[in-house]
C-alpha cells in the first residue's frame, strides 16, 4: 500500500453513503458489549475503523483510499458535525503476506493484533519437530523450517486436512482445486503427480497423505502433525 494518492477519482461519482434516520426513527440499538461493560469509572472518547483495502482492490471497486475517506469524513460531519477525525494509511512491503486487515491493525499497533503476532512468535520457537500446517498464514514447517510448497500443493494439502478422516476421490479434488477459468483443468492421473511432488517435500512424514486404492486420497490424525487455524478469539472491536 501506498500513503500516495495515485489512482484517478472515477468517471461515475461513487455513489455517497447516506446518512442513518436518528435513532429515534429506528428499532431500539443493542450497545456493543465492548462499550456496555465498561466500569463507571471510564467513558468513551471515540472509535477506530479498520479498513483492509489495498489500492489494487480499491481501483477494481472503482474508488481509491482517498475517495473513501472523504466519503467517511463527509458522513461523519452530516451526522456528527463536531467530531474530530485522524486518518492514517497503514504501509507494507509489496508482496507481504496476510490478510489486509490483519496488516493494518499489527501496523497500527493494535493490541489484540500484537498480541496474537507475539503468540504467533512463540509457538514458531516451539515447532522444531514434524509438521505444521498453518492455515491461517497458508505456509507449512518441516522440523521448524518453511517448506517451499508452491500455491496449488499447499492447497491440496489444505484441503485434505480440512477433511481428516475422509477419503476424497480425484474428481472431487480437481472439481475444487481447479475452479479458475485460467486454470488447465487435470485429468484424475494429474492429480496423482500433484500428490507425488508434495509428499516429496514432505520428506520423512510423506505418509501424512495416504492413498486410497482404487478412490484417492486422505489425511488422518498424525502425532508428528500440527494443525494452526490462527489464534484468539475474535477481537471486542468486531461489533
Keep these: 500500500m501506498s ?10 461519482r461513487a455513489p455517497h453513503l447516506r446518512a442513518v434516520p436518528p435513532l429515534s426513527a429506528q428499532a431500539p440499538v443493542a450497545v456493543a458489549p465492548a462499550v456496555a461493560d465498561l466500569p463507571a469509572t471510564r467513558s468513551p472518547r471515540g472509535f477506530a ?5 489495498d489500492e489494487i482492490k480499491a481501483a477494481e471497486a472503482g474508488v481509491s ?5 472523504d466519503a467517511l469524513r463527509r458522513t461523519l460531519a452530516e451526522l456528527a458535525p463536531g467530531a474530530e477525525t485522524h486518518a492514517t494509511v497503514a504501509l507494507a512491503q509489496h508482496g507481504s503476506g496476510g490478510r ?3 496488516v493494518v491493525r499489527l501496523a497500527l499497533q493494535e ?7 507475539k503468540a504467533a512468535e512463540e509457538e514458531d520457537k516451539n515447532e522444531d519437530y514434524g509438521v505444521t500446517v498453518d492455515i491461517s498464514r497458508k505456509r507449512v514447517l518441516i522440523d521448524g523450517d518453511s517448506a517451499a510448497f508452491t500455491y496449488k500443493e499447499f492447497e491440496l494439502l489444505q484441503y485434505l486436512v480440512l477433511r481428516e478422516g475422509r477419503t476424497i476421490e480425484r474428481t472431487e ?3 475444487a482445486l481447479w475452479q479458475s477459468p485460467d486454470d488447465e483443468t487435470p485429468g484424475e492421473r ?3 503427480v500433484h500428490v507425488r511432488r508434495l509428499r516429496a517435500k514432505l520428506g520423512r512424514y510423506e505418509d501424512i497423505v495416504r492413498t486410497v486404492r482404487g478412490v484417492g486420497y486422505r489425511f488422518d490424525r498424525h502425532a508428528d502433525v500440527v494443525i494452526r487455524y490462527g489464534h484468539g478469539t475474535p477481537s471486542p472491536d468486531r461489533f
Design 3 to 12: 500513503n500516495i494518492a495515485t489512482l484517478e477519482r472515477p468517471a461515475t
Design 49 to 53: 475503523l479498520y479498513v483492509g483495502l
Design 65 to 69: 483510499l482517498p475517495l473513501l475517506v
Design 100 to 102: 489486509d486487515l490483519d
Design 111 to 117: 493490541p489484540g493484533a500484537i498480541a496474537r503476532t
Design 173 to 175: 479434488l480437481v472439481g
Design 190 to 192: 494429474t492429480i496423482d
